[in-house]
């Protein structure tokens, strides 16, 4: 069965890009937790985090860089770090992605983060993180 990240790493499906280098990619999340709330992959297929030795490895890089780049551009105060690894964890593609998720001192705490954002302008946030 076709792989929706596969088709995003291809090209074949559009995704809001914010960063990627040779190993990965990082695009915004199409349903944001919250402002910024972005997925890094790595760009061959992997299920999820218990899948392949080196993946984590791979994507640390790209991981670490969308991070920052998160935090200098949109002015959060935190980062949560999120992945699920298999159905029952919640994920619902398989192809592993780490969430990276930015919080802001406004709105804090564990118990808001999962509470979808339904007004957040994807194409204003992409627009902060461009250069
Ligand atoms: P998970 O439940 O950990 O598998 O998360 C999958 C995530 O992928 C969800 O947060 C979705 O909103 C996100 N998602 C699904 N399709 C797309 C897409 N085409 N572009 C960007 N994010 C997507």
Redesign the pocket.
């Known amino acids: 069965m076709a792989c ?1 990240f596969c088709s ?1 790493v291809a090209g074949d ?1 559009p ?1 809001r890009r914010i960063y990627e280098d040779d190993k990965a990619i990082a ?5 944001p937790w919250k402002r910024g709330h972005t ?1 890094v992959i790595p760009r061959r297929h992997v299920d999820d985090l218990l899948s392949a030795d080196e993946a984590l490895t791979e994507i640390a890089p790209a991981v670490t860089a969308t991070a920052r780049l998160l935090t200098e551009r949109l002015g959060a105060d935190g980062m949560n770090l999120l992945s ?1 690894a298999g159905a029952v964890a ?4 398989f192809h592993l ?1 780490l ?1 990276l998720v930015p919080r802001y001192a406004d709105d804090p705490g564990m118990r808001a983060l999962f509470d979808r954002d339904t007004t957040i302008d994807l194409d204003e946030v992409q627009a902060a993180l461009s250069s």
């Open positions: 929706l995003i499906i995704a695009f915004l999340d199409i349903n997925l699920n919640g994920q619902e593609v992605h969430h």
